[in-house]
């Protein structure tokens, strides 16, 4: 009755977990590019690249990020001989046979972009309208304005010609990030998929139950592995007591019969490879399995080891199907997690003796939970460090990452009382036992390091005693850094129980550091989209982001804020005489000083060539004169500082909302309108409204 019981309760789950897998995959490409998260992702996109950007599937436009103002004056007119907006979406729908970005121009002149991208046999593509590649396009779109007497040009700002190879470049970017960061979502969702199905059916408290009856814990193991692959040939062998023969105690598919009385005996050369490896092996050879018998027929199979401490006490056999990168994660991820609760249940099976590594396996469980939703580099490296001096009862250890580029070890985090050794340190990988490890491709565990043949190193007096651990840190098989930890607190050695629970320990916390790496390099373009490339300061798109939130600020509370933009009298002789060069050297000379100058709540931008701006938040009109004055005379010091070979001042312009202005663009306004009535009184003075 329990076996039916359970057997019961597993068809239910498999209903379930179909269910709701069915309906994540029943979702669209076009749906899936026009959710909320994308949406947004294309707008920062759009602000990056400055051009609109717009997702169309077979029946029309899903969504657009931005408008554009030469194309909504063309459809308002519905000129025939432009046959505009259908003549743009036939180019753009040729797109779809291409393999890249195809670059045109409508009949208007105006320069766009197209690409294809694909996504379960679906397809979509991807535009990016902007404005005139060069002057001459311009000339002939005002030409079709005057002849057909449409309405004058809805820009006030100065209009930018990007050039073809330009719009080109941006193309490029645009389709390799989108097409890369569509393949990283469909990898991560059919890797999640097929995870789901697996967590779904195996919890720890399901195995814990199974484990009283081993057969029934057989029979669901590989179960779960049919209900995630499809029909499979799956065998489970375990251990048998003498060690000298991995018996066949449960099977599946084509070759059940075949298993019943199979078995491997333990000198095999396959048990050793596993054994050496620690690891699945692949194997085209069937003779290595067996010599006779049905299972000759067998072309290829794979065999995932399960290891109790030093020996594999069960393997898991897949025979005639192949399995991808993706369910081979999922194998490794399941074979794991089985490792780990048989571990467990032998750990509980001898109480007295592995009581303390139950502990920290526990500790190690409840870590790995706990460092998921990190996503501070620097917070989740330093935590790594903290919970492994605790794990080991250590006193000092260093996590180490490499630099592909310069094969570098960089120092992430580290807990010393010596200070020899600081974050950010480079250490040549020849140089450092961390390159020994990668070399090694395995991890070190020495008792002394002044005998260990691998090392044979005089002991540094910054360390306490001779033994420790260093261990590779791996994502996907790719080596991404070295964890050092030594120095036990009592000064014993560390033993190969330390370096298991480390290694466990490293494997569950390698996807929340690639998790962070990946949020850092995120932020890192994020941060370029909104700062000058020049100068390294705020640009000007993020300072209409900072104006409009001060307005909405006054709009609340009622605080006026202040605008003050500056530029260098006689800049242009300046390049004219030195060259752009050092009129760059200048430039970021200002920046520098600016930043140095102004309080902390100020912020400031460059607004382009050597104009620059300021905004002080909750500041009126007098207390920004005084700020400005004072602003003027800390960069007049400075720039005397430079030495400069032909001295130069500053004009400034200073508006002050809502006193001045009712709006972003006519605060710009007068504020440059003031910055012009100083430079027209002979510059090297401030000029307010």
């Not at 291409?98 to 045109?104: R, S, Y």
């Not at 571990?343 to 003796?353: D, I, K, V």
């Not at 009382?417 to 990668?438: C, H, N, P, W, Y």
Request: proline residues 3%.
């Amino acid at each position: 009755m329990f076996l039916v019981i359970l057997h019961l309760n597993f068809i239910f789950l498999t209903v379930i977990t179909t269910v709701l897998i069915t309906t994540m995959i029943t979702k669209t490409l076009a749906q899936f590019l026009s959710s909320k998260d994308w949406t947004e992702y294309f707008s920062v996109l759009s602000n990056t690249v400055n051009f609109g950007l717009h997702v169309c599937g077979e029946d029309g436009e899903l969504f657009t990020t931005r408008a554009n103002p030469f194309c909504t004056l063309i459809h308002s007119a519905k000129l025939e001989s432009l046959r505009c907006p259908f003549s743009c979406k036939e180019l753009m729908t040729e797109s779809l046979q291409a393999k890249g970005p195809v670059i045109f121009k409508c009949k208007a002149g105006i320069i766009n972009f197209s690409f294809p991208v694909e996504w379960a046999g679906e397809k979509v593509y991807i535009g990016g309208r902007g404005g005139f590649a060069s002057y001459e396009d311009l000339l002939e779109f005002l030409k079709l304005v005057k002849t057909n007497n449409l309405p004058s040009l809805p820009i006030t700002m100065p209009l930018n010609f990007s050039g073809e190879d330009h719009v080109k470049a941006i193309a490029q970017y645009v389709f390799l990030t989108v097409t890369r960061l569509l393949f990283s979502f469909d990898e991560k969702y059919r890797l999640e998929e097929k995870f789901f199905r697996v967590m779904s059916l195996f919890d720890s408290n399901t195995f814990k139950t199974l484990s009283r009856n081993p057969e029934l814990l057989y029979r669901y193991i590989l179960d779960t592995i049919e209900f995630v692959y499809g029909s499979t040939s799956a065998v489970l062998m375990a251990l048998d007591n003498n060690r000298l023969t991995y018996k066949s105690a449960y099977g599946t598919g084509k070759y059940k019969d075949a298993f019943t009385g199979f078995q491997l005996n333990a000198t095999n050369p396959l048990i050793h490879e596993m054994f050496n490896t620690r690891t699945y092996i692949f194997s085209a050879d069937s003779e290595k399995l067996t010599s006779a018998g049905p299972l000759r027929e067998v072309e290829y199979f794979y065999l995932f080891p399960i290891f109790s401490g030093d020996i594999i006490e069960k393997i898991i056999g897949i025979f005639d199907r192949h399995l991808s990168k993706e369910d081979l994660k999922i194998m490794n991820a399941l074979r794991d997690y089985l490792q780990l609760h048989f571990e467990n249940r032998n750990l509980r099976f001898s109480a007295n003796r592995f009581k303390k590594a139950d502990e920290r396996l526990t500790y190690l469980v409840d870590f790995s939970n706990s460092i998921i939703s990190v996503l501070s580099k620097e917070k989740l490296f330093n935590t790594l460090i903290e919970k492994s001096l605790q794990l080991l009862n250590a006193e000092q250890g260093s996590l180490m990452l490499l630099d592909h580029d310069t094969s570098e070890f960089v120092v992430e985090a580290k807990k010393s009382a010596d200070e020899t050794v600081q974050e950010r340190m480079r250490f040549k990988k020849d140089d450092s036992i961390a390159g020994i490890v990668l070399d090694r491709g395995e991890p070190l565990l020495v008792n002394d390091i002044e005998k260990d043949p691998r090392i044979r190193r005089e002991n540094r007096p910054r360390y306490k005693t001779k033994s420790f651990i260093s261990i590779l840190i791996k994502i996907d098989d790719r080596v991404t850094g070295v964890l050092n930890v030594s120095d036990k607190i009592r000064g014993d050695v560390f033993t190969e129980e330390d370096l298991k629970l480390l290694e466990s320990f490293v494997n569950n916390a390698a996807i929340a550091i690639e998790r962070s790496l990946l949020f850092k390099q995120t932020e890192e373009l994020k941060q370029l989209s909104i700062t000058d490339p020049l100068t390294g300061i705020y640009n000007r798109r993020y300072l209409n982001t900072r104006l409009l939130e001060e307005i909405t600020r006054y709009n609340r509370y009622k605080h006026p804020f202040s605008f003050m933009m500056l530029d260098l009298d006689k800049f242009k002789e300046y390049n004219d005489t030195f060259g752009h060069i050092y009129g760059d050297k200048l430039i970021k000379a200002l920046a520098t000083i600016m930043e140095k100058s102004l309080r902390n709540v100020d912020i400031a931008a460059r607004f382009g060539g050597d104009e620059f701006v300021a905004i002080f938040p909750q500041t009126s009109k007098p207390d920004a004169i005084q700020i400005t004055n004072r602003l003027k005379e800390k960069i007049e010091k400075a720039l005397q500082q430079e030495l400069l070979e032909m001295p130069l001042t500053i004009s400034m312009g200073l508006t002050t909302y809502p006193d001045d202005a009712s709006s972003i663009g006519e605060l710009l306004e007068k504020t440059d309108q003031a910055l012009y009535l100083a430079k027209k009184g002979g510059g090297n003075k401030v000029a307010y409204l």
